[in-house]
């Protein structure tokens, strides 16, 4: 009789614990087979994206943010995203809908290179 | 500032009795005001903090030109608030020389963000030389708009991307451009086109003519990591194989280096707008912040003289100090 209770008593607060965590990880990296994140960041700093590869689920969207004391721009090598050039504190977003992996550069300064790979 | 006196660069290639040990070692004195130029073979050098005591007869050559670069107008970081002020600085160096030069020439990077106003103010500042000015661009000078705005003001009537050549005094001057169409991962780029209009315009030239090419990222791999190199300039310099001067004048890396191979002399020129950290001396070659009061140490032009019968042209660098 006990463990019956006890073992409803359990379940309430697996079901309770998992819809909390469904609503917090919205605003934070998101996970393969997790609800899309609704924004995930990427900052641009010393010469470089950071982090330099994202791995994100389809539908979300990867803003970056130029820390940096010059101008840089966030180009994709198959011309499927193109921001203007972007001065410090200034950002640029782009939500990608399908899956794959899109390779991009600061077509200001070539070297600096990253990676979205959308799940 | 890098040693420019390496062991490599001693050989009287052109036969003028000056050899390259002496040309350096004036030109290392370049950084506190000395102005040194070959006239009839015999390098002289001057101090221009004596402009008083020259004797103009004594310092002039047959063409003299000065290289200006990477002015970044617009840029308002602690590096430099103030990149205005220190192009007029730069101005005042150059109505100092103490021969007039007779252009200038501006290896890029000539605005920060390719905006109007920017490139306005620019032309405003070096109205005041009273000098026509050549230009090449810069990647911050074609950013949005593949270029169109500099070509529009500063080589309407170029090739392509905005290449051209020009003659002085007998001395050949090819403009290019290696900042267009950058690829991930990449250094700065002639592409095929240039290069093919390079290899005409320089095929029925004679093997004398002196040669100069001016670009904004430097020609020779000063330090790929930090995409300071092109990557097909190989191809380009094969084309000026046969020359028996050529002179490869650059910026972008906002600090002056020589390399010599060959009959080539390479040479990048400072910055009139802020200093960047030598090759892998810091984490990124970013702007790179001086104690206010040395700012226009770090900071110059480069003045190019070039007598004729003499091979080499004599490349000196001053600060704004």
């Known amino acids: 009789m006990r463990r019956r209770v006890c073992s409803f008593v359990l379940m309430g607060a697996g079901i309770a614990a998992v819809a909390f965590m469904g609503g917090a990880s919205r605003s934070s990296v998101a996970k393969a087979g997790q609800p899309p994140a609704a924004n995930v960041e990427v900052k641009i700093d010393n010469f470089s994206f950071g982090p330099a590869t994202v791995t994100v689920p ?56 990253g990676k979205v790979v959308v799940q | 500032m890098s040693d420019k006196t390496k062991g490599e660069l001693l050989i009287d290639h052109n036969h003028d009795g000056v050899d390259r040990r002496g040309f350096l070692k004036c030109m290392a004195w370049a950084g506190t005001g000395t102005f040194c130029v070959m006239s009839g073979g015999v390098l ?71 905006k109007p106003e920017e490139f306005d103010a620019v032309d405003q500042i070096l109205k005041d030389t009273g000098k026509e000015v050549f230009f090449v661009p810069g990647e911050h000078d074609v950013l949005n708009d593949d270029g169109a705005q500099f070509r529009e003001r500063y080589a309407k009537s170029a090739k392509g991307a905005g290449w051209y050549s020009f003659d002085k005094k007998g001395v050949h001057f090819i403009g290019l451009v290696n900042v267009m169409n950058l690829k991930a991962g990449g250094l700065g780029s002639l592409g095929h086109e240039q290069l093919e209009w390079m290899e005409d315009d ?16 430097p020609l020779w791999s000063v330090y790929p990591e930090w995409g300071w190199g092109t990557d097909d300039s190989a191809q380009a310099l094969a084309y000026l194989k046969k020359f028996g001067s050529v002179t490869v004048l650059n910026g972008h890396i906002h600090q002056t280096m020589q390399k010599v ?50 091979h080499a042209l004599a490349v000196v660098d001053s600060s704004l100090a």
């Open chain 2, 261 to 310: 191979e060959g009959n080539v002399t390479f040479h990048t020129a400072c910055s009139t707008a802020f200093p960047q950290p030598q090759p892998g001396k810091a984490d990124s070659p970013g702007p790179m912040k001086v104690p206010a009061e040395q700012l226009r140490s770090v900071l110059g032009i480069t003045d190019v003289n070039y007598v004729q019968g003499q």
């Open chain 2, 44 to 114: 002289k050098s001057f101090s221009l903090s004596r402009l008083g005591e020259f004797d103009p007869g004594a310092s002039k050559g047959e063409l003299q030109f000065v290289q200006i670069s990477d002015s970044h107008m617009g840029f308002n970081k602690p590096a430099n608030p103030d990149v205005a002020g220190t192009l007029k600085a730069a101005v005042d160096k150059i109505k100092g020389l103490p021969n007039a030069p007779e252009f200038l020439l501006h290896t890029g990077d000539i605005s920060h963000l390719s």
């Open chain 2, 202 to 217: 320089v095929k029925h030239l004679k093997h004398s003519t002196p040669i100069v090419v001016f670009a904004h990222i």
């Open chain 1, 58 to 113: 389809a539908g979300t969207t990867v803003t970056w943010t130029n820390r940096d004391d010059i101008p840089h721009t966030v180009v994709s090598d198959d011309k499927v995203f193109k921001s203007k050039v972007m001065d410090t504190d200034e950002k640029f977003s782009f939500t990608f809908a399908k899956p794959g992996t899109y390779s991009y550069f600061c077509s200001v300064h070539p070297k600096m290179t």
